[in-house]
């Protein structure tokens, strides 16, 4: 989030951006966001805490794969396998399904990096994952 207070204002979509923390940040420096879900669920959580706080972003429920449109930052912080919560929520390590999940992973990040603006756009991609696959293999 603190590098797009190099950028004033900037047009920002927040991908997978449930609950929220990125997007209210970024609308308090200022900035035009775009916050996508796909969960109804948690992006009404996010305009609750958004109208509470004062702030404004453009909530749109869909997959970020849907989208269209060009953006000077596209954050995307990918669904994972979530290693790196691991010490507090152990059983993330019984986990199933790596490989669908590294698929979503791709797919993901393939559709945001065509959102990302050609000429000085960034793509911010993460997980809070630990495992290599997931990072540093895929990007």
């Known amino acids: 989030v603190a590098c797009a207070s190099t950028r004033r204002p900037a047009r920002i979509l927040d991908a ?6 990125k997007t209210m ?40 794969r849907d989208i269209s449109g060009t953006f000077d ?13 691991a010490r507090r929520h152990p059983e993330v390590l019984r986990k199933r399904g790596f490989g669908r999940l ?12 065509g959102l990302t603006d050609p ?3 960034v793509l911010l991609y993460s997980t809070c994952s630990l495992l290599k696959d997931e990072i540093e293999h895929l990007v």
């Not at 590294?102 to 990096?113: E, I, K, N, P, V």
């Open 119 to 121: 000429s000085h756009g």
């Open 25 to 64: 940040q970024l609308a308090a420096a200022g900035h035009d966001v775009v916050a996508v879900d796909s969960s109804a669920a948690r992006l009404s959580r996010l305009s609750r805490n958004l109208e509470r706080l004062g702030l404004t972003a453009q909530l749109v429920e869909a997959d970020v």
């Open 102 to 113: 590294l698929a979503t992973q791709r797919s993901l990040l393939d559709a945001c990096w």
């Open 73 to 85: 930052l596209v954050l995307l912080d990918a669904p994972c396998t979530c290693t790196g919560t």
């Open 16 to 21: 997978c951006a449930a609950p929220g923390g």
